[in-house]
């Protein structure tokens, strides 16, 4: 596969779950806002966009929030922006990427809004953003041929599901108190699996364990992490020449699962921004060895003419 394809395919699966789990948070976050009347809303906002690394609003309120996280086209961690990315990958993949999927994504585009709406108009816009995404994933899953095309997409996906899922576990502690973990686990659709997974005892070092290390729940860390490292092992498989360059990517997905995986929970929640920092910066790292391993261009080649006498 060129290298521009397969990076084309893992940004779409990137974007696309983006935008689905920035959907997820902010409407986790506008949850909580409304149901915690002591909330300081400029605080509340203030922290969500910090979480999102967005830094350049001094004081945001509502309104800057659904901007800055839904419709705007000029900001990169827009849902608009997300999808507009996702098309432009898919527009550059037209040749490998099914024709319902090409439809899904483009007319996903089309139908995003560019206008200004309120709290009870974002909910409408966030479940329709989730199900543009369930739709994707369902189309993709259906019909795709399991190539080195669907392992990038499907390497893009588990490693943004990492990294967002993360940022959704560190919001537990953004303010004090437990009050936090049943909104967040409602945003990573994982409320009622929790509940028949403990049966029906509720503990807040549960609900971390459930999220973190837990690999039976799709949206968990875990289950992120080690569906990235089998598309990223079956992409060496298929091309025996280039596995050696999975082998960075490999080692550091495998070393931050033995990290969750055989951590105290009890110094995990003591020190969840900090962990969660830790996964954010190795998904990043992982993604930088990706591209350099398979998708940066390769050096121009170098012409000579040979001297004649």
């Given amino acids: 596969m060129l290298s521009r394809i397969a990076e084309s395919m893992f940004w779409i699966g990137r974007y696309v779950e983006r935008a689905e789990d ?24 203030r922290n969500l966009l910090a979480l999102m690394s967005v830094d350049h609003v001094k004081d945001p309120d509502l309104t800057d929030l659904l901007r800055i ?9 827009s849902i608009y922006c997300c999808y507009a990315s996702a098309r432009d990958n898919a527009r550059r993949a037209r040749e490998v990427i099914p024709l319902d999927l090409w439809e899904c994504v483009n007319a996903t585009w089309h139908q995003l809004p560019t206008t200004p709406f309120g709290t009870t108009g974002a909910h409408v816009f966030l479940n329709w953003a989730r199900e543009r995404s369930a739709m994707f994933a369902g189309i993709s899953r259906g019909i795709m041929v399991r190539d080195d095309g669907w392992q990038f997409m499907s390497m893009g996906r ?14 537990a502690s953004l303010t004090h108190g437990g009050t936090q973990w049943p909104a967040v686990l409602r945003g990573c659709g994982g409320h009622d699996a929790f509940l ?9 070092r549960e609900a971390a364990e459930f999220l973190i290390v837990d ?9 992120g992490l080690l569906a990235a490292s089998d598309s990223l092992q079956k992409v060496a498989l298929n091309n025996v020449v280039t596995a ?14 033995a990290r969750l995986e055989y951590a105290d929970l009890d110094e995990l929640r003591a020190n969840l921004n ?20 398979y998708f940066a261009a390769a050096d121009p080649t170098a012409w000579t003419t040979e001297g004649t006498r």
């Fill in 22 to 45: 920035t959907a997820r948070l902010l409407q986790t976050h506008l949850r909580l806002i409304i149901e915690d009347t002591t909330a300081q809303v400029v605080d509340a906002c």
């Fill in 69 to 77: 996280l839904g419709y705007d086209p000029s900001e990169p961690t």
């Fill in 158 to 171: 588990s490693l943004e599901q990492v990294d967002m899922t993360s940022r959704l576990v560190a919001s």
């Fill in 196 to 204: 028949r997974t403990y049966g029906g005892l509720y503990t807040y």
């Fill in 215 to 223: 690999a039976r729940f799709p949206r968990s860390i875990m289950h």
């Fill in 244 to 257: 050696r360059h999975a082998e960075p990517a490999l080692r550091s997905l495998g070393q931050l699962r």
């Fill in 274 to 293: 900090q962990e969660m920092s830790v996964v954010q910066d190795v998904v990043a790292q992982v993604s930088t060895a990706i591209a350099t391993s």
